[in-house]
């Protein structure tokens, strides 16, 4: 998360139904008020 506090990015693995890593992702959001965040960005690998 930025020091701003409304925008931060998350990153993890994408698993198939039995648990196997299969890809990654990587998103950026953006807080809009208290509590509502929006992705700006969404990408798979």
């Known amino acids: 998360m930025l020091e701003s506090g409304n925008l931060a990015l998350s990153t993890g693995p994408v698993r198939d ?20 965040w929006r992705i700006v960005f969404d990408k798979g690998n």
């Open 17 to 36: 139904p039995s648990g196997k890593v299969t890809g990654s992702f990587t998103s950026i959001w953006r807080q809009e008020k208290p509590g509502v």
